[in-house]
Structures are given as structure tokens and as C-alpha cells.
């Protein structure tokens, strides 16, 4: 394999979704990998994506990702991606039934939590299954955060 200047830093790519777990409490966790099409690997490894808004929805009983934004390779030519694409999820055929009755019940929602790539340089993301929160547990959830946010540097500063 040939040594690319971008391929020592894949390791630092972790592009995170954070209103997904302020918006919503997250029950189970998958990791998924993603199809991926021309240019969007390059950009993703120049830490060009975005998750904001992002959810899943099944389509022919296949898992599709909506709303994740990898910006326009720079260097790509007229054979560059769409960067608001939605993208298709690989995972086993047994989560994916799991999810899909989950989804039966009311309230859930599948969201991407994080976009990362792996050690081989394989992009995935983390996707989970989630309820969302009201407004009152948002702010318990804001609350519980900073005292845990005082007693961390309560012990650092002890030690």
C-alpha cells in the first residue's frame, strides 16, 4: 500500500453529532459502515463532513443515513459527489430486523452519533437507537453534567 500524507492522521478523524445526545437519550449503539461514492472518502479524511440533523430510515427493508454533509472534494473534478446525499448503512441482516422493530414502537428513532474511521481506514458511523427527551430533562441532563464537569476538576485539583 502506498503512503499517503492524509492516511497517518485517519486516526483523528471523529466527527461528532452533539445535539444527538443533548436532543435525545440513546438506548443501543451500532456501528455501521457507510457506501461511499468517488470523492467522499478523500473529503471525510480532511475532516470535511457534517452531522447535524441526521436520522435514519429504513427503505426496502435496507438502512438508509439522511442528512450527513461531506463537503465537495477541493481538488475533485466535474466527477465530484452530491455532499447532501443520502447514503446507504451496511449492517447485518439480524440488527437491521432488530432495528426495524424497534422502530415499531412509538417514540424511538434511529440517529447518527459520530462519523470516524477505523484502523484499516474504513469510514463508519455510529448510529443509535434513541427516545427523545423533553425540555425538563434536557435541563436535568445540563444539570447532572455540570456537577459531574465540578466534581472532575474538584479531583483533579485534590490529587
Same mark, same amino acid.
Given at each position: 500500500m502506498r503512503y499517503c500524507a492524509f492516511m497517518a492522521d485517519f486516526k483523528k478523524i471523529n466527527i461528532r453529532n452533539k445535539r444527538a445526545t443533548f436532543d435525545y437519550e440513546i438506548l443501543e449503539e451500532y456501528v455501521a459502515g457507510v457506501v461511499l461514492v468517488g470523492t467522499e472518502i478523500k473529503s471525510i479524511r480532511l475532516g470535511k463532513a457534517s452531522? #447535524?440533523?441526521? /436520522? *435514519? /430510515?429504513? %427503505?426496502? +427493508?435496507?438502512?438508509? !443515513? $439522511? =442528512? #450527513?454533509? !461531506?463537503? %465537495? /472534494? &477541493?481538488? =475533485?473534478? *466535474? +466527477?465530484?459527489?452530491?455532499p447532501k446525499r443520502d447514503r446507504k448503512l451496511l449492517l447485518n441482516r439480524k440488527e437491521l430486523n432488530k432495528l426495524s422493530r424497534s422502530l415499531q414502537d412509538k417514540g424511538l428513532t434511529v440517529v447518527g452519533l $459520530?462519523?470516524?474511521?477505523? %484502523?484499516? =481506514?474504513? &469510514?463508519? !458511523? &455510529? !448510529? =443509535?437507537?434513541a427516545r427523545g427527551r423533553k425540555s425538563y430533562d434536557k435541563r436535568e441532563y445540563l444539570k447532572a453534567n455540570d456537577a459531574k464537569r465540578e466534581m472532575d476538576k474538584a479531583m483533579k485539583t485534590y490529587k
Open positions: 452531522m #447535524v440533523d441526521c /436520522y *435514519c /430510515y429504513f %427503505e426496502k +427493508n435496507e438502512l438508509w !443515513i $439522511r =442528512g #450527513v454533509n !461531506i463537503s %465537495e /472534494y &477541493a481538488w =475533485g473534478t *466535474c +466527477n465530484n459527489h452530491i $459520530r462519523l470516524f474511521l477505523n %484502523e484499516k =481506514g474504513f &469510514a463508519k !458511523i &455510529a !448510529i =443509535g437507537l
